[in-house]
């Protein structure tokens, strides 16, 4: 086991990370209690829920993305209402990013601030969406337009969890990780050397690792304000755009996927070396098989709307550079489709 602590302006969360945390720390939460959590993970983990928060209300989500909306965040604020929460409430998010997200703007919003813990049900979760404060609901065919942040009390990342997860949210998991390696030097290496970097083993220990990269970052820069946890959103741009566009495949395939493309931006502008792309890019393909994606000018579209481009519009992304450096470019729309373009004729070589 091993904790982590994130110190903000205005708030400390606790992330307990490693085998046994559930067990450990779950017990410690006192007092009232509401817990929101989604459909699969109720069915896996109901037992859990009857054992450790059983006379707390338990709200249940449709698993999946489309369950991240408005309609969903009032029907939960309102129940909570109906339940008689106070503001000494607890609000567990027991489940994905989608829970965690709805979740923590809830908690967020109800009373003007409810204590929160994550305890976060798959890879992706662990180890990025669940730290860091970020909480939101999709609005207007826009990922996460609607938000706040909003930091945890506390974190519990529990390895246990992992076992139960199929193959595309292992893979939707390592999307993130790889991200972080291209943050990471050490990452990066450990990456590198791991002889199966989807090893449940190898995935609880680098974990902790990914946890503190990403609350390196959050101490930092909690609310984007300087510019430093831009970093963080490296294959998000284009990612999110292919995500909007083209839909089926998870986030975090989506995010190797832009990863992989403004890799091949970052090359045509002479930012990164040949080795050290060709190192991420063979993590990228172990996880994911990087399409020749067809309408990439329209699916490019979709970047133009990403909350993180410059104020004169132009596409603002994060490229790797060297291990553990990376680079913010900025481009005009009809540059970056045509990258874009390129990238994909290349992939049909």
Do not use: W
Request: glycine share 8%.
């Amino acid at each position: 086991m091993r904790d982590l602590i994130i110190k903000t302006a205005g708030s400390e969360s606790v992330i307990h990370c490693g085998a046994g945390t559930f067990e450990k720390y779950v017990p410690l939460i006192d007092g009232q209690i509401y817990v929101i959590t989604d459909s699969n993970v109720f069915a896996l983990y109901n037992h859990l829920t009857e054992k450790y928060f059983k006379d707390a209300p338990v709200y249940i989500l449709k698993a999946g993305e489309q369950s991240k909306t408005h309609f969903n965040l009032f029907a939960i604020l309102e129940d909570m209402l109906e339940r008689g929460m106070q503001r000494s409430c607890t609000v567990i998010a027991f489940g994905g990013g989608v829970v965690g997200d709805i979740a923590g703007l809830a908690a967020c919003l109800y009373m003007r601030g409810l204590r929160l813990v994550q305890i976060p049900t798959t890879l992706l979760a662990q180890v990025d969406s669940s730290v860091g404060g970020k909480t939101a609901v999709d609005f207007g065919k826009v990922k996460n337009l609607i938000g706040a942040f909003y930091q945890p009390a506390e974190v519990i990342a529990d390895p246990v969890f992992l076992k139960t997860l199929p193959a595309r949210e292992i893979r939707c998991g390592l999307g993130e990780i790889i991200k972080y390696g291209a943050l990471d030097g050490g990452i990066y290496q450990k990456l590198s050397a791991a002889e199966n970097i989807f090893d449940l083993d190898f995935l609880g220990k680098i974990t902790a690792d990914c946890i503190r990269c990403k609350a390196d970052v959050v101490e930092k820069d909690e609310r984007e304000t300087s510019g430093h946890r831009k970093t963080l959103n490296l294959g998000h741009t284009t990612g999110h755009a292919f995500e909007l566009f083209y839909k089926r495949k998870s986030h975090g395939e989506f995010v190797l996927i832009g990863a992989y493309y403004e890799l091949f931006i970052a090359q045509k502008k002479e930012l990164v070396s040949d080795e050290y792309r060709d190192g991420l890019t063979k993590l990228i393909n172990s996880v994911v098989k990087v399409p020749s994606y067809k309408n990439t000018v329209e699916a490019a579209k979709f970047a133009k709307l990403d909350k993180k481009n410059a104020a004169d519009g132009k596409i603002t992304l994060i490229v790797p550079a060297s291990e553990g450096r990376c680079v913010e470019i900025k481009l005009g729309f009809e540059e970056y489709a045509a990258y874009l373009s390129d990238c994909a004729k290349s992939l049909e070589k």
